[in-house]
């Protein structure tokens, strides 16, 4: 598989399987309301990318791949061992934000 | 009057030479035509079944999100989900009319070969080459139309030497037929990551939604554990199984939950075994026109065997997908 769809899929698909964990772990409102968005807009960035049939020929978008795929694997080291859900959040909006500019820019590629 | 006849049998001479000229003497096998051609409607008509099924799991796929958010708390689709899905659905009807097309020009393709219905394949030659232009504009791609040489499948007819030309209309027929299996061949190849990634979001959504129900006591795991048994004349126990489950509920918790990630598995990596034979069924298909046209043997059982799997591939994900636990209420 393409490795810019490969990636995004991780994304999305690391927040949508360990929701629930992720949610138990949330101490206020703020960060369950972040975690919901956050699982959100990774399985929008999911489906824009299928939609628009995206190609990662950008090398703007490689370069974000890379990035992605490094959060992405900080990502599965976290949840190996939640212990900061705080942490843990801000590592999932970096990867979040990484997969909408990619399908973004991809779009436009 | 003599000189008459003899000035219309010279016309009607000279037009089914010019015909033969025009068409091609051919060496082709109407026999291997119509088995190339019902070969081709079993693949066409497959892979219509199989585009058909994606679109209801898509419509489905939002429906269970609406679910696990109203279970867990996630937000519900957001409405560029819905309409990116949708998209997807639109690019999958495209498909399914372009296989369509497909099917019923095979079926005028072995007409042809025998019975020499050439206005019927002419028409849906145009109706496949619409719909291969119509699926490559979805799919952002150009699809090279090939539309010369229809209008000589209709027009060529010269009664003398009725088979001659009809073997060379099978052969125009065979030709402009493989070029828009190229077409669609490439098309497929363009598609495949993202066929294959809207599949694996279908079946891991519908993964969760099971597990989601399985977890909020809306689900039975009845089917899952009776799929044990069968082999060694143990039956059933429903009041039992139900008691064993309420008593370790977290473990067959973690059981379930692994057999449904193991099923979901399966069907994603199916998804892709199918794809993969779609391929090479076309690839077949390709290679055997080629044969055709050549005036060579065409290998029908390797390109029946390619079919026959494919299909056989097609009813194992059905099956897969009926195997997915059923959510009737606990009693």
């Known amino acids: ?109 | 009057m003599t000189m008459v006849l003899y000035r219309r049998f010279f016309a009607i001479l000279v037009l089914s030479v010019v015909a033969l000229l025009a068409i091609g003497c051919s060496s082709v096998s109407k026999d291997d035509a119509s088995t190339l051609a019902t070969n081709g409607a079993n693949f066409a008509s497959t892979t219509v079944a199989g585009t058909l099924s994606t679109q209801a799991e898509l419509q489905r796929y939002i429906e269970g999100r609406y679910i696990v958010g109203a279970l867990t708390g996630e937000n519900t689709p957001t409405q560029n989900e819905v309409v990116n899905i949708n998209r997807i659905i639109t690019a999958r009807a495209c498909r399914a009319h372009l296989f369509q097309a497909l099917t019923a020009t095979y079926q005028s393709f072995g007409n042809l070969a025998a019975y020499d219905t050439s206005g019927q394949v002419g028409k849906s030659m145009t109706g496949l080459i619409d719909a291969t232009n119509a699926y490559a504009k979805v799919l952002g791609a150009d699809a090279n139309p090939i539309s010369s040489g229809i209008e000589s499948l209709v027009s060529a007819t010269a009664e003398q030497i009725a088979d001659q030309i009809q073997k060379g209309k099978v052969k125009r027929a065979s030709e402009i037929l493989r070029s828009q299996l190229q077409n669609i061949r490439n098309l497929m190849a363009k598609e495949q990551d993202f066929w294959l990634l809207a599949q694996d979001g279908v079946i891991h959504g519908s993964g969760k939604v099971a597990i989601e129900l399985w977890k909020h006591n809306v689900a039975d795991p009845s089917s899952i554990l009776q799929d044990q048994l069968g082999q060694f004349g143990l039956t059933y126990d429903t009041a039992g199984a139900k008691a064993a489950v309420a008593t370790s509920r977290p473990a067959f918790e973690k059981a379930i939950d692994n057999i449904i990630a193991s099923r979901v598995q399966y069907q994603v990596d199916l998804q892709a075994v199918v794809f993969i034979q779609m391929l090479q069924t076309l690839d077949g298909l390709i290679a055997e026109h080629t044969k055709l046209e050549a005036g060579k043997p065409v290998d029908l059982a390797t390109l029946t065997a390619n079919v026959d799997a494919l299909i056989a591939f097609v009813n194992e994900v059905d099956a897969a997908i009926a195997k997915t636990p059923t959510t009737s209420a606990k009693n």
């Open chain 1, 1 to 109: 598989m393409d490795p810019t769809l490969d990636q995004i899929k991780t994304t999305f698909f690391s927040l949508d399987d360990n929701f629930d964990t992720l949610y138990a772990q949330c101490t206020t409102d703020d960060q369950r309301s972040h975690l919901r968005d956050l699982e959100s807009s990774a399985e929008d960035a999911y489906w824009k990318a299928v939609a628009d049939g995206l190609v990662d020929n950008n090398t703007v978008v490689q370069k974000f791949t890379v990035q992605l795929q490094d959060a992405n694997n900080q990502i599965k080291t976290s949840l190996e061992n939640l212990k900061d859900i705080a942490a843990f959040l801000n590592l999932a909006t970096e990867a979040v934000k990484l997969a909408a500019a990619i399908t973004t820019l991809a779009a436009s590629a």
